[in-house]
């Protein structure tokens, strides 16, 4: 599946020029906007950066046609189709989603850089959408990433600076290489509009990974989250969300609150209960990557760093392996489970990992029921094809799950 591809442009004052002429991309994921950034460049020579979806000819990703509102640096020497656009303000933009704001962007990490003695040679746009905006910038001492997150995500920079010489384990150093808390890319700079510079992680992304690569996961992620709980109040007073407990069903019905859940109203209404049993199963709260799939794994079969801790909460730690064996075969994901329990119940002498791992089973997608609602509820209407399909989705496989 490929994309075609509408690009509105604004100039450098942010005054609507007109439309390219539609072009195909290979890519079918919305969000990804480098090859249309190198399509533009070696078809019309413009260099732009590509602020945000306008609309489609599909309800959801991926494919079909999509149009966006880019920024061109120049005035464009390619004639260009009428195009109609609303550049009203809206409350809940981000800032790279408007004229000026990657430039802005780029300006703070290439200073950031300068300052570390890192002069950038090149400059890619990768993604953007409303859950982050990425960039990739090479330099004389090779790449780093600038990744800027919305409001409800600002704690992932934190989380990776976190120090892991607190709590359980003092001084363990973590497969990256780092002494931070976490098993995560190291963070070069931050600041308080979102903006994180990060250095790059050699590799490739796990997709795909075999059920030996995600036991070897699960076991380092398995160190982090024993550290983790050690210090799970200092990460809630630094800004981490607290999902610990009973916290949680209040959490997801606030969230859920507006749409359509009849459908889990069973699952919803014994979820305090279903939750109080979780607790009785006697495993501690601690640090949850809240989408730890192979994805957001980086590295190759011998070393591994765990990536875009964006999702991260304060809860049980039952959750990752949950999402880190949630598309694999039956048996596979029982032996992984397995595993998890067998060092929970050496950690915790007495506890019930698998009655927990059973009862939390229906909540993990409930919860991301919740998760998207959430997003729905931060970013503005255009934006919503990313996610509107994925409340009822995830509500459906909770349900589903829950009659298992």
Same mark, same amino acid.
């Given at each position: 599946?490929?994309?075609? /591809?509408?690009?509105?442009?604004?100039?450098?004052?942010?005054?609507? +020029?007109?439309? $390219? !002429? %539609? #072009?195909?991309?290979? *890519? &079918?994921?919305?969000?990804?906007?480098?090859?249309?950034?190198?399509?533009?460049?070696?078809?019309?020579?413009?260099?732009?950066?590509?602020?945000?979806?306008?609309?489609?000819?599909?309800?959801?990703?991926?494919?079909?046609?999509?149009?966006?509102?880019?920024?061109?640096?120049?005035?464009?020497?390619?004639?260009?189709?009428?195009?109609?656009?609303?550049?009203?303000?809206?409350?809940?933009?981000?800032?790279?989603?408007?004229?000026?704001?990657?430039?802005?962007?780029?300006?703070?990490?290439?200073?950031?850089?300068?300052?570390?003695?890192?002069?950038?040679?090149?400059?890619?746009?990768?993604?953007?959408?409303?859950?982050?905006? /990425?960039?990739?910038?090479?330099?004389?001492?090779?790449?780093?990433? +600038?990744?800027? $997150? !919305? %409001? #409800?995500?600002?704690? *992932? &920079?934190?989380?990776?600076?976190?120090?892991?010489?607190?709590?359980?384990?003092?001084?363990?150093?973590?497969?990256?290489?780092?002494?931070?808390?976490?098993?995560?890319?190291?963070?070069?700079?931050?600041?308080?509009?979102?903006?994180?510079?990060?250095?790059?992680?050699?590799?490739?992304?796990?997709?795909?990974?075999?059920?030996?690569?995600?036991?070897?996961?699960?076991?380092?992620?398995?160190?982090?989250?024993?550290?983790?709980?050690?210090?799970?109040?200092?990460?809630?007073?630094?800004?981490?969300?607290?999902?610990?407990?009973?916290?949680?069903?209040?959490?997801?019905?606030?969230?859920?609150?507006?749409?359509?859940?009849?459908?889990?109203?069973?699952?919803?209404?014994?979820?305090?209960?279903? +939750?109080?049993?979780?607790?009785?199963?006697?495993?501690?709260?601690?640090?949850?990557?809240?989408?730890?799939?192979?994805?957001?794994?980086?590295?190759?079969?011998?070393?591994?760093?765990?990536?875009?801790?964006?999702?991260?909460?304060?809860?049980?730690?039952?959750?990752?392996?949950?999402?880190?064996?949630?598309?694999?075969?039956?048996?596979?994901?029982?032996?992984?489970?397995?595993?998890?329990?067998?060092?929970?119940?050496?950690?915790?002498?007495?506890?019930?990992?698998?009655?927990?791992?059973?009862?939390?089973?229906?909540?993990?997608?409930?919860?991301?029921?919740?998760?998207?609602?959430?997003?729905?509820?931060?970013?503005?209407?255009?934006?919503?094809?990313?996610?509107?399909?994925?409340?009822?989705?995830?509500?459906?496989?909770?349900?589903?799950?829950?009659? +298992?």
């Amino acid at each position: 599946m490929s994309r075609t /591809v509408t690009l509105v442009l604004l100039d450098a004052a942010g005054r609507p +020029l007109g439309a $390219l !002429p %539609p #072009f195909g991309v290979p *890519e &079918p994921w919305w969000q990804e906007v480098h090859s249309i950034v190198d399509t533009v460049r070696q078809s019309h020579g413009l260099e732009v950066a590509v602020l945000r979806l306008l609309d489609a000819d599909r309800p959801a990703p991926p494919g079909g046609h999509v149009r966006y509102l880019a920024q061109a640096v120049d005035a464009p020497a390619v004639p260009l189709e009428p195009a109609t656009v609303d550049l009203a303000p809206h409350p809940l933009r981000q800032p790279w989603a408007d004229a000026g704001g990657p430039a802005r962007s780029v300006a703070w990490a290439t200073g950031e850089l300068s300052r570390l003695g890192r002069r950038v040679t090149a400059v890619a746009q990768q993604r953007t959408w409303n859950l982050s905006a /990425v960039w990739r910038l090479d330099t004389t001492q090779g790449p780093a990433w +600038l990744k800027q $997150l !919305p %409001p #409800f995500s600002r704690h *992932e &920079p934190m989380i990776l600076a976190f120090p892991g010489d607190q709590g359980v384990g003092v001084g363990v150093d973590l497969p990256g290489g780092t002494n931070s808390l976490v098993n995560g890319p190291v963070v070069l700079a931050a600041d308080r509009e979102g903006r994180m510079l990060l250095a790059d992680v050699p590799g490739e992304d796990r997709y795909g990974a075999g059920e030996g690569e995600r036991a070897a996961v699960a076991a380092e992620h398995h160190s982090v989250q024993r550290r983790a709980c050690g210090v799970v109040d200092e990460l809630v007073a630094a800004g981490v969300p607290d999902l610990r407990g009973a916290g949680l069903a209040g959490w997801i019905r606030e969230r859920l609150a507006g749409h359509d859940v009849s459908a889990a109203a069973g699952l919803l209404g014994g979820l305090d209960r279903r +939750l109080r049993q979780v607790g009785d199963c006697g495993l501690p709260d601690t640090l949850v990557h809240g989408d730890l799939h192979p994805g957001n794994v980086r590295g190759d079969d011998g070393r591994r760093t765990v990536i875009d801790w964006a999702d991260s909460f304060v809860g049980h730690p039952a959750f990752d392996i949950l999402r880190l064996t949630e598309d694999v075969d039956a048996d596979a994901a029982a032996r992984l489970v397995d595993a998890w329990a067998r060092r929970w119940r050496a950690d915790v002498p007495g506890s019930d990992p698998h009655r927990a791992v059973d009862l939390l089973r229906p909540v993990a997608p409930l919860r991301l029921a919740a998760v998207y609602a959430m997003f729905l509820a931060a970013i503005e209407p255009s934006e919503h094809p990313y996610h509107v399909h994925d409340v009822p989705a995830a509500l459906a496989r909770a349900v589903a799950v829950a009659r +298992l």
